[in-house]
């Protein structure tokens, strides 16, 4: 029970607070002071949510009531100011925890931005590899497609028209000169342009035989070099007579193509004299004849060879007597007909002999068909 003194103790301690947060003076010198005498006359209910908003100005005024009653020696105030301590020590540990969790969260902030500068870092790295790999990729196809394909060295198209070009110059030339030459030897057209076109056969078929020929001595002799091979006895001596050998690859195969084409006048001379000892083509006394007969079998080696050697070889078609003119392919010669009679130039085509890609035309003399 409390007594009389300790009421009239009480009461002019929460007097003279009233009194204190009235004084118009202080008020004014403090504006916090007129806050926390709004809350103190405010009803429980609004005073605890106004409690709640303005939890800074109501602490104040909470202090300044239990010091006043722990000066005045007030009952139960003693209680109050170890609760107040209490409080005060929880609120300082939960602004503690809260400034934990918030350097917690600043850290984690941090380490995640770290982590993503480090994952955009690696990610630059991963781009520059592969565009790097993807550069050399191409380069590598790039050096594939010259490489390995078998028409990379004729599908060009100024290589082809000047292969094209050489092969009707011979024609419009070389063989022109000599038919008009024979005349005198052989008067009979017909028997001319048969000659003409036999030798330019042969020399294809020579040339022909004679580059599979190099080709083939071409890889067996690299293929010796590189694995230190003196002779073709000693393929088998290091496998108890079994053979041993192995075939160049492709690659390597283009490219001893390519080397022979570069080299190709080398070839040239031996060719020429090969061809002039295996083959009797005109016998007379007639010097002029004879120069021009060799300017066109010359000729005549020269470009089948050049043909030859290329990857993949060019072609000539020579029509059956008696087959319907391709008029895709030739054109008439000083006649009007539909069926071949003699062929007197054959065509030239890029590709083996089932080939249609024209490079350019050739002549024949034709005749009409029984039925026109």
């Not at 104040?60 to 020696?73: D, F, P, Q, S, V």
């Not at 048969?194 to 022909?208: D, I, P, S, T, W």
């Not at 031996?270 to 066109?296: G, H, P, Q, W």
């Amino acid at each position: 029970m409390k007594t009389g003194m300790e009421d009239e103790i009480l009461k002019t301690a929460n007097t003279e607070y009233l009194n204190l947060l009235g004084d118009e003076r202080q008020i004014k010198r403090n504006p916090d002071l007129a806050r926390e005498k709004e809350l103190w006359v405010l009803n429980g209910d609004v005073a605890a949510q106004k409690f709640l908003d303005n939890i800074e100005y109501m602490d104040r005024a909470l202090y300044r009531t239990i010091k006043e009653a722990m000066l005045r020696n007030v009952e139960g105030s003693q209680i109050a100011w170890c609760q107040y301590g209490s409080l005060l020590h929880s609120s300082e540990l939960l602004k503690r925890d809260e400034q934990q969790m918030a350097r917690r969260s600043e850290k984690g902030i941090t380490d995640l931005q770290e982590q993503c500068e480090e994952l955009e870092r690696q990610n630059a790295i991963k781009s520059r590899e592969i565009e790097e790999l993807s550069k050399r990729l191409c380069e590598v196809d790039k050096l594939k497609v010259t490489e390995n394909s078998s028409n990379a060295d004729v599908n060009d198209s100024d290589e082809v028209n000047d292969i094209g070009k050489k092969f009707s110059d011979v024609y419009n030339n070389e063989w022109a000169k000599l038919f008009d030459s024979l005349k005198s030897e052989i008067e009979d057209e017909t028997a001319r342009i048969e000659k003409l076109c036999g030798c330019l056969l042969m020399a294809f078929k020579f040339c022909k035989e004679e580059s599979e020929k190099q080709m083939n001595n071409l890889q067996v002799a690299t293929t010796n070099v590189l694995s230190f091979r003196s002779t073709q006895n000693e393929e088998n001596e290091e496998v108890g007579g079994q053979n041993n050998s192995v075939a160049l690859s492709q690659e390597a195969c283009v490219h001893l193509q390519k080397l022979r084409k570069q080299c190709y006048s080398l070839s040239l001379p031996k060719v020429r004299r090969m061809f002039r000892e295996s083959c009797t083509f005109l016998t007379t006394t007639n010097e002029a004849i004879l120069r021009d007969f060799e300017a066109y079998l010359t000729r005549c080696v020269d470009t089948c060879w050049y043909m030859c050697i290329q990857d993949p070889p060019l072609n000539i078609k020579i029509p059956e007597k008696g087959d319907t003119v391709d008029t895709k392919q030739f054109n008439l010669y000083k006649s009007e007909g539909d069926i071949v009679d003699v062929c007197v130039w054959p065509a030239l085509l890029l590709g083996g002999d089932d080939s249609t890609d024209i490079v350019c035309k050739g002549q024949v003399l034709t005749k009409l068909s029984k039925t026109n």
